[in-house]
């Protein structure tokens, strides 16, 4: 199946802004890679499908503890959330969307994961790509937490760099300045022999000097080929309450 990657751009951009994207003829390696606005990206064709990445910068991420008894259709799971959350985000709750990880729905009493991104902003670029005829098949994250990764990758623009780490603590995922020091602080835990760094190729030599190793490249067009193929799902509970299309009036409702 042919896939269409559209990554959303920062949330201060309008919706008027240029997406960038990639289109795969196998899901495993980028044909095209190029930006547009919503009406001129590459029209849906029979038996593709379009997947949304919602970049790094615009997720936060939450360990909680659901207590027993809230599963994936229970009419108070949002509220249970909100509850959870309420001193962790600093944003009014009502602005906040929320998604559960793909694991929640199995498993029983356990530690799981919430991403949480603006509300509005996330909607604003769905209803765009709709109303462009874009419909999307699933919204991902470009990262997300994993518990049996330690993986530190380089990434942005050389203005605006970051390290994004996996698997720490706890199997989380965090933001870190783009320095030998925010890297130090990650590499000096227990288990930084494990760690696995990656960089895109403009980044690459200043990763290898912070440290002090080589590093794996990892382009931006393979790493959201990867996103799409990550089994979590953003695309839950608020959205269905404004979107106009029938894909996304499918999506389930708190």
């Not at 790094?56 to 809230?70: I, K, N, Q, R």
């Not at 356990?110 to 209803?127: D, I, M, Q, Y």
């Not at 590093?215 to 509970?237: H, I």
Request: with cysteine; hydrophobic share 50%.
């Amino acid at each position: 199946m042919s896939t269409l990657i559209v990554c959303l751009p920062s949330v201060n951009a309008s919706v008027a802004a240029s997406y960038a994207y990639l289109r795969s003829n196998d899901g495993l390696k980028s044909d095209s890679y190029a930006s547009a606005t919503a009406p001129l990206l590459p029209a849906a064709e029979r038996g593709s499908e379009l997947v949304v990445v919602v970049p790094a910068a615009a997720l936060s991420w939450h360990g909680v503890d659901l207590p027993e008894g809230v599963t994936g259709s229970s009419p108070r799971l949002r509220a249970v959330l909100e509850g959870l959350l309420e001193d962790r985000l600093l944003d009014d709750l009502g602005t906040v969307h929320l998604a559960l990880a793909p694991t929640f729905r199995t498993a029983a009493k356990s530690r799981t994961w919430v991403a949480a991104c603006n509300k509005a902003w996330l909607n604003s670029h769905l209803l765009a790509l709709e109303a462009a005829h874009r419909p999307f098949a699933r919204v991902v994250p470009e990262f997300s937490p994993d518990l049996q990764a330690l993986q530190l990758h380089a990434v942005g623009d050389a203005d605006s760099s970051c390290w994004v780490a996996i698997g720490a603590p706890a199997g989380g995922l965090m933001r870190l300045p783009f320095s030998a020091a925010a890297l130090k602080v990650v590499q000096d835990s227990d288990e930084a022999a494990q760690w696995e760094v990656f960089a895109e190729p403009a980044l690459a030599a200043q990763a290898e000097q912070f440290a002090k190793s080589p590093v794996a490249l990892l382009t931006r067009p393979q790493r959201w080929l990867d996103a799409a193929r990550s089994p979590w799902e953003l695309a839950q509970f608020d959205l269905a309450k404004t979107a106009r299309s029938r894909r996304v009036k499918k999506l389930t409702t708190l």
